[in-house]
C-alpha cells in the first residue's frame, strides 16, 4: 500500500505517536511525516505510506503555514503556555503597536532554536538537557517569514497571528522574540499548522476518522500529489519507460528543461524527474521494484 494521508494531528499527541499508530492501520513499516508537529499543536501533518516515503524529505523541506495565538505579558521555560513561568507581568498593548512590532519580523533573519527542541548539540537533544536545568549556546538558524498577519485580538492580552515560514522556524521563538520586541515579554497560547507541503488543513482528516474507518487505504492520496505544482510528463515509448526504470537517461527530443512528474506509458506515476538539454534523469523515483 503506498500513498500520503492528510492527518489533522489531535492536541497531546506527537508526529511520531501518530506515525505508530497508522502502522498498525496500515500494516505497513514504512511510514513517516512530512514535519515535526508539537503534542500541543494540531493541524496538517502529510503522512507517508510504503514507496511514498521516499519523498518525506521534499515535504520537510517545503514552506508551511500556520495560525498561532500570541499571549503577551508571560515568559516561559518553553516559549509556550505549557512550560514554567518565569515572567509574568500586565501587558496592555494596542494593535497599531503590534502591527509595528511584526514588522520588524517579516523576511529573511536569523532564529536561536529554543531549548525544548529536538536539535541536537554535541550528541545531547536540547530538550534533554532543558529538562536537567542546563542552557547551553545554540546557533542561530537562517529562516525566512514570508507572511506575518495581525489577524484578531482573541482576548485583551492575547492575538491570533497568522505565519508562512520556511523550514526550521520555531513558531514559539518567533512568539517570545516578539513579546521581548515589545518589552511585555510573550509566548504561544496555541498553534494550529494549516498548511505543509502543499497539502491545506481542508484536505485533513481526523485522526479518530481514519482509526474508525473500515478501509483507510481508500483515504490515500496518490504519491504524485506531493508535486502537484510540476507538470506531468508521460512518456512515449517502452523504452523510454525501460530507461527509467532501470536508472537510466532516457532521450526526449524536443522536451522543455524542467521537473516533472513522469508516467509510463499506462499512466503509472514512475518518479520526479529533470529534464536537461533533452535528457529525462531521475531525481527520485516511486515505483515498486
Known amino acids: 500500500m503506498n500513498g500520503i494521508i492528510i492527518i489533522d494531528k489531535p492536541q497531546g499527541w506527537t ?16 511510514i513517516g511525516h512530512g514535519g515535526t508537529l508539537d503534542p500541543m499543536a494540531t493541524g496538517v501533518l502529510p503522512v507517508f505510506v510504503g514507496r511514498a516515503t521516499r519523498g518525506v524529505e521534499f515535504a520537510t523541506e517545503s514552506d508551511k503555514e500556520y495560525r498561532a495565538e500570541l499571549k503577551l505579558g508571560l515568559v516561559t521555560t518553553t516559549q509556550d503556555t505549557q512550560g514554567e513561568v518565569l515572567e509574568q507581568r500586565e501587558a496592555s498593548v494596542t494593535r497599531e503597536e503590534l502591527e509595528a512590532v511584526l514588522e520588524r519580523f517579516r523576511g529573511p533573519q536569523s532564529q536561536v532554536p529554543p531549548m525544548y527542541s529536538a536539535i541536537k548539540v554535541q550528541g545531547k537533544k536540547l530538550y534533554e ?74 484536505q485533513a482528516i481526523p485522526l479518530a476518522r481514519v482509526l474508525e474507518s473500515e478501509d483507510p487505504g481508500a483515504l490515500l492520496l496518490p504519491v504524485e500529489s506531493l508535486f502537484a505544482d510540476r507538470s506531468p510528463l508521460t512518456l512515449g515509448s517502452a523504452a523510454a519507460e525501460k530507461k527509467v526504470r532501470n536508472g537510466g537517461v532516457a532521450n526526449l527530443p524536443g522536451q522543455a528543461d524542467g521537473e516533472y512528474r513522469v508516467f509510463g506509458t499506462d499512466g503509472t506515476f514512475l518518479a520526479l524527474g529533470r529534464v536537461e538539454r533533452e535528457k529525462l534523469k531521475t531525481i527520485r523515483s516511486f515505483f515498486e521494484v
Open 15 to 30: 508526529s511520531m505517536d501518530v506515525c505508530a499508530r497508522l502502522r498498525g492501520v496500515f500494516h505497513e513499516k514504512r
Open 129 to 202: 538537557l532543558a529538562r536537567k536545568g542546563k542552557e547551553v549556546e545554540r546557533a542561530p538558524r537562517r529562516i525566512v517569514i514570508r507572511e506575518l498577519e495581525l489577524e484578531e485580538a482573541v482576548a485583551p492580552d492575547t492575538f491570533r497571528l497568522r505565519v508562512r515560514c520556511t523550514k526550521g522556524t520555531y513558531i514559539r521563538t518567533l512568539c517570545h522574540d516578539i513579546g521581548q520586541a515589545l518589552g511585555c515579554g510573550g509566548c504561544m497560547s496555541a498553534l494550529r499548522r494549516t498548511m505543509a507541503a502543499g497539502y491545506r488543513v481542508e
